[in-house]
Every structure is written in C-alpha cells, then in structure tokens.
C-alpha cells in the first residue's frame, strides 16, 4: 500500500513574530505485509521532502513552538520533518479468535503515546498546517528508537513503549538514533466503528537538547469520531488533550478540536485550539521562562477537489485562522490578535 499527502502554496501570518513564504508540507507512506509463521509482519516507510521544501527555517505559524533552527530555538515556526518519518517492522500474533499480540521496532517511527499524530489524522487531511498543541499531544510520532510490545482485541488495545524521547535535531536528513531512555503506555478503546478513545502516560528523558537535564512527563487523552455520509461524504471529528509536565517549571495543558466534512468535491475543515505556553516555549526573555501565557488559534478552509486523476484527487484551498495572545504577550506580538492566511494546492490519492 502506498499513500502520501501533499500541500504547496503561499502561508503568512501577521504580527512582529509573523511572516510569509512559499512551502510545502508533504508525506509518503508506504506499507508492505506477508503472512510468516502464525502470524503476518509488516514494513512501514515513510518519508517527507520537507527539508527541502520547508527547510531549516521552518514555516510561518504564529504562537508555535518546538525544535530547533541554526542553534536556536523554533518559535511561531513551525519546524520541517525529517527525510526518515518512520522506518519500521511489525509482527501480528494472533492467540485466539479474539486476542493478538504485536511487537513494534523502528529506527524512526512513533511510540504508544498520544492520538493518532496530526499528518494522519482524517480529521485534518485537508488542513497544510500543525496544530499549536503539536509538542503537547503529537510530536513523538517521529522518534529515532522505538521497540512497542501491544496486547489487543477488537475493541481494546493496551500498548506500551521503551524509546529515545530526544526530539529530533534540526538535520532532518539523519537518523537521530541514541539509547532509548524514555517510557510510555496507553490504553485505546474503539467502542464501535465510529468512536475511538485513548488516554496515554509518557516520561520523556531529555526531550530538548538546549535543557538536557530537563525531563518532561507527558498526560494525554482523544477522542476521534468518524462517520460516513452517503456515497461520497464523511464527517471526521477528533478531540485532544494533552499536558506537559517538566521536571522545572509550570506544567501546561493544551486543548485541540478538529473536523473535516467532505462532501462530493468539497471540503471543510476547521480546528480550534487553546494552548499554555510558557516564556521558554515562546523564546522570550529569560525572566518570563517559567511564566505560563494562554494563547489558542481558530482556523478554518475550504479545499475544492478535481478529477480524481487516474489514483490522485488534487485540490484547490484556502485556509484563514485567528490567534488569540492573551495581555501579557501582546507586546511581543504587536497584536492580541494575530491573524493568518494560506492559499494552496492539494495532492492525495482517491480515498478508499
Ligand atoms: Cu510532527
């Protein structure tokens, strides 16, 4: 199976922290399976040319926080993934009719912490841009060491991580690999065909190389709601919430609710978010490092689809979003309200 997402076009924001650039945020993905033994293993692959089409820099996205560019740290950018998203193996047991085993290595790939990562979600196949809660909820699903042991049933999964938790570093073409040092577990429940629920525990060793002697544990708990609406329409609805607790400084939460409605040839996405962010977070001056601001964003588009072309549907899109920086943070930005715009196109196979 192969499957890959592609957005170009032209992303601003306001502000004194904003800017604007042509980029392009894009991922390939490809899954390859075999019976063997009593079981089935699978590869998975994936890739992203975001080095070159997003680059060190990152790309304008106003309140964001995480990683690093040129020594320093990425702030109201949003940081390029690496060449090597996932590289992995995995091997099905089944026991019974209704209990499987499964083990999980990867060289990159993404430990049993957190929702279903942004750049896979439904819920957000229409939208070019990262959530703001993004190193709250997410940003593990690249990480460079990773062995996953899972016990699940039709409706219940409880899986559980040993794996290098050191984001990865600003090189995007290298595997960042290092001795996994970093532990989690989660608990997911799919009720029915249209609900799925997790909730997630993870101790993160030294996640940022600029505070090596900083370890973070990390909470999170979703929920994801998909539905069919007729022939050709759909309706995917994912709710997140993640916190961030550092062993120095204020523990921070972050809230995101996304959906994607697709109708015949248009779409309609839209996400709000309400994210803490500290000084530190936010790169400001040293002396507000471990003061917490409340920052959120409302973003919504509209993509109007094409063809399909033979396997591809591209699209058409705009997207328009509202930052919200609370008082103490306005005089950095200029502005309490911060606003943002992004026209592009889209490229994705034909759904299934
Ligand atoms: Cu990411």
Same mark, same amino acid.
Do not use: C
């Given at each position: 199976? %192969?499957?890959?997402?592609?957005?170009?076009?032209?992303?601003?924001?306001?502000?004194?922290?904003?800017?604007?650039?042509?980029?392009?945020?894009?991922?390939?993905?490809?899954?390859?399976?075999?019976?063997?033994?009593?079981?089935?293993?699978?590869?998975? &692959?994936?890739?992203?040319?975001?080095?070159?089409?997003?680059?060190?820099?990152?790309?304008?996205?106003?309140?964001?926080?995480?990683?690093?560019?040129?020594?320093?740290?990425?702030?109201?950018?949003?940081?390029?993934?690496?060449?090597?998203?996932?590289?992995?193996?995995?091997?099905?047991?089944?026991?019974?009719?209704?209990?499987?085993?499964?083990?999980?290595?990867?060289?990159?790939?993404?430990?049993?912490?957190?929702?279903?990562?942004?750049?896979?979600?439904?819920?957000?196949?229409?939208?070019?841009?990262?959530?703001?809660?993004?190193?709250?909820?997410?940003?593990?699903?690249?990480?460079?060491?990773?062995?996953?042991?899972?016990?699940?049933?039709?409706?219940?999964?409880?899986?559980?991580?040993?794996?290098?938790?050191?984001?990865?570093?600003?090189?995007?073409?290298?595997?960042?690999?290092?001795?996994?040092?970093?532990?989690?577990?989660?608990?997911?429940?799919?009720?029915?065909?249209?609900?799925?629920?997790?909730?997630?525990?993870?101790?993160?060793?030294?996640?940022?190389?600029?505070?090596?002697?900083?370890?973070?544990?990390?909470?999170? &708990?979703?929920?994801?709601?998909? %539905?069919?609406?007729?022939?050709?329409?759909?309706?995917?609805?994912?709710?997140?919430? =993640?916190?961030?607790?550092?062993?120095?400084?204020?523990?921070?939460?972050?809230?995101?609710?996304?959906?994607?409605?697709?109708?015949?040839?248009?779409?309609?996405?839209?996400?709000?978010?309400? %994210?803490?962010?500290?000084?530190?977070?936010?790169?400001?001056?040293?002396?507000?490092?471990?003061?917490?601001?409340?920052?959120?964003?409302?973003?919504?588009?509209?993509?109007?689809?094409?063809?399909?072309?033979?396997?591809?549907?591209?699209?058409?899109?705009?997207?328009?979003?509202?930052?919200?920086?609370?008082? =103490?943070?306005?005089?950095?930005?200029?502005?309490?309200?911060?606003?943002?715009?992004?026209?592009?196109?889209?490229?994705?196979?034909?759904?299934?």
């Amino acid at each position: 199976m %192969v499957h890959g997402n592609v957005f170009a076009g032209y992303d601003w924001f306001s502000s004194r922290r904003g800017g604007g650039r042509l980029m392009s945020t894009n991922s390939l993905m490809g899954v390859a399976w075999h019976p063997l033994g009593p079981g089935e293993l699978m590869f998975r &692959a994936m890739s992203s040319a975001e080095l070159v089409t997003v680059g060190t820099e990152g790309y304008p996205l106003i309140l964001q926080s995480g990683e690093t560019a040129f020594g320093k740290p990425l702030h109201d950018r949003q940081h390029p993934h690496d060449l090597v998203m996932e590289l992995a193996a995995m091997y099905v047991l089944p026991v019974s009719d209704d209990v499987a085993l499964q083990l999980y290595v990867a060289l990159a790939g993404e430990p049993a912490l957190g929702p279903t990562a942004f750049p896979h979600r439904i819920s957000a196949i229409s939208d070019p841009l990262a959530p703001l809660g993004h190193h709250w909820q997410d940003s593990t699903h690249i990480a460079f060491g990773v062995v996953t042991a899972a016990i699940f049933t039709k409706t219940f999964k409880l899986d559980a991580s040993w794996f290098n938790g050191r984001e990865p570093d600003e090189n995007r073409w290298d595997l960042d690999l290092r001795v996994p040092d970093s532990y989690s577990g989660r608990l997911t429940w799919n009720p029915n065909a249209s609900w799925s629920l997790q909730a997630s525990y993870g101790f993160l060793r030294s996640p940022e190389p600029r505070d090596p002697d900083v370890s973070l544990r990390r909470v999170t &708990a979703s929920a994801t709601h998909n %539905v069919r609406q007729g022939a050709k329409g759909n309706l995917a609805t994912t709710f997140v919430f =993640g916190e961030n607790i550092p062993g120095e400084g204020p523990a921070t939460p972050a809230f995101l609710l996304e959906s994607t409605w697709s109708f015949d040839a248009h779409s309609l996405f839209g996400r709000a978010e309400y %994210v803490r962010k500290t000084g530190h977070d936010l790169v400001l001056p040293s002396q507000f490092d471990t003061t917490s601001f409340s920052t959120g964003m409302l973003s919504l588009g509209y993509l109007r689809g094409f063809g399909p072309f033979g396997s591809l549907a591209p699209g058409i899109g705009v997207r328009g979003s509202l930052g919200f920086v609370e008082s =103490g943070l306005g005089s950095f930005y200029g502005t309490h309200h911060p606003v943002g715009g992004m026209v592009f196109m889209q490229v994705r196979p034909v759904p299934m």
